[in-house]
């Protein structure tokens, strides 16, 4: 009897300390995810040339397993006048971790470069 109620006991702490695991490294992800977007961004903003849509890269040894992707589209805003109808541009960012397993997107728009 008491090596059953042991195995429960047992059984109950290694899925709380499965649990906890999982819980820290979301805690993570969702903490650093947010810096590595607006990093990526930036980064992609210094390097890119007009004609580029889209990119998509990771962010080397020190965040092994996150990932990186940008994309832009045309994004005309009747609310500024016809000036500017092909100006806007809508860039989604997208961090992901371990291939997917969590992600963090956001989305911004700029003027167009000329």
């Not at 990526?40 to 990771?58: F, N, T, V, Y």
């Not at 009747?78 to 971790?97: H, K, N, Y």
């Not at 291939?99 to 963090?104: A, K, L, T």
């Amino acid at each position: 009897m008491a090596l059953c109620i042991l195995a429960i006991v047992l059984l109950s702490v290694y899925r709380l300390h499965s649990q906890t695991i999982s819980m820290n490294i979301e805690s993570r992800f969702y903490t650093q995810a947010p810096l590595l977007a607006r990093s990526a961004l930036a980064r992609w903003e210094e390097a890119r040339k007009p004609e580029m849509i889209s990119d998509q890269g990771d962010f080397g040894k020190e965040f092994a397993g996150y990932q990186w992707k940008i994309s832009v589209q045309d994004a005309p805003s009747p609310a500024l006048g016809s000036q500017f109808i092909r100006e806007m541009q809508r860039i989604d960012v997208l961090v992901t971790l371990n291939n997917g397993e969590y992600s963090y997107g956001f989305r911004t728009y700029r003027f167009k470069r000329e």
